[in-house]
């Protein structure tokens, strides 16, 4: 196989370096994130593509005649239309732990900023409103509570590890498979959604998103959460509704929900969430957990050691769909996140 890789961005002279060290021939867009006709017009001899978050679809994919594998820069690969790749024999990979432990910090500084409510307090105090001791600012505890993670992948594993000490209550989680060695190492207890929802305190939101997660959280599990609950979406935003959220927070006012995620990116200026009522339930970052500034130009190392070992053995650390060979030799891997 010719080893042609044709990146959506630029890199760093030590990242070239490193692709040429393994004979690996870089096709390099001129401008930080190549655009789309860029891609159209350099794909054709590529057998590998470095990608950053463009839409890959239909039409790309049937341009690179000669393309073997898909290396995402990124944890979510809703960018690709994976099921077209597998049917054309594309083998795709995604790039999920170099930003795991953002992801997993984020979460935590959000349910801290819910519960203590740290926001309301900054806006207090910016406001000139503080004259006496602000009695309604008064927060809440995160020990105790009662804490669950939908998708038990790393993310989520990384925040019941940081939570625990906290000496947080009751820890549930569900996932598509039984994780076992979650159960013993975090005394963590599978649950349905349904009981997730009606006794868990805290709700952290960490799935892909796919066919079977689109909307998997709909308004009557949001309706059934405890009072003085949270519900942290930090996975994709197509797993929960704008319209779902909005429509319980009119209903109720005693839950709180942190998103970094939305249905639609970035949120429209006449999304309904804002709306003034809500300030005090709503917490919202602009899809910017992921990021941090130690971890990017390690997230595309990492990528790049992924695609060399591709090249080199034939398989993938991260396998998306069914096409790649999966490995478990990671020797070397880790070198970049450590």
């Not at 593509?49 to 979510?76: H, P, R, W």
């Not at 599990?221 to 319980?248: A, N, P, Q």
């Not at 957990?289 to 190392?301: C, D």
């Amino acid at each position: 196989m010719e080893k042609i890789m044709l990146s959506t961005m630029r890199l760093s002279d030590d990242m070239v370096s490193l692709l040429k060290s393994k004979e690996i021939k870089p096709i390099l867009p001129e401008e930080r994130i190549a655009n789309r006709e860029w891609i159209e017009k350099n794909i054709d001899n590529a057998t590998s593509i470095l990608l950053t978050f463009i839409n890959f679809d239909k039409e790309l994919i049937d341009k690179a005649k000669n393309l073997k594998v898909i290396i995402a820069t990124s944890s979510g690969y809703d960018h690709i239309d994976v099921e077209y790749a597998e049917k054309k024999g594309i083998c795709v990979a995604n790039q999920p732990e170099a930003i795991a432990h953002s992801v997993a910090e984020h979460a935590i500084g959000m349910t801290i900023s819910l519960l203590k409510k740290i926001v309301q307090g900054d806006r207090y105090v910016w406001d000139r409103q503080w004259k006496e001791f602000p009695y309604f600012l008064t927060g809440n505890l995160l020990r105790n509570k009662d804490v669950a993670v939908i998708g038990m992948g790393r993310i989520g594993v990384l925040i019941l590890s940081y939570l625990r000490n906290f000496k947080i209550g009751k820890i549930l989680y569900y996932s598509r498979k039984r994780k076992p060695e979650i159960e013993i190492l975090l005394k963590a207890e599978p649950a349905s959604l349904e009981r997730i929802f009606k006794q868990s305190d805290i709700i952290y939101l960490t799935l892909p998103y796919n066919k079977e997660t689109q909307n998997l959280i709909n308004q009557d599990l949001l309706m059934s959460m405890k009072k003085g609950s949270i519900l942290i979406s930090l996975g994709r935003g197509k797993v929960l509704k704008t319209d779902d959220i909005v429509s319980t927070l009119n209903k109720r006012n005693d839950i709180m929900f942190g998103l970094d995620v939305f249905d639609s990116e970035p949120l429209p200026p006449d999304s309904p969430l804002f709306n003034n009522k809500f300030r005090d339930n709503l917490l919202l970052t602009p899809h910017m957990s992921g990021p941090s500034k130690e971890t990017s130009h390690i997230t595309i190392y990492m990528a790049l050691k992924q695609l060399i070992h591709y090249y080199e053995k034939g398989s993938v650390w991260n396998p998306v769909n069914n096409v790649c060979k999966e490995s478990h030799d990671i020797e070397n891997y880790w070198e970049y996140l450590y």
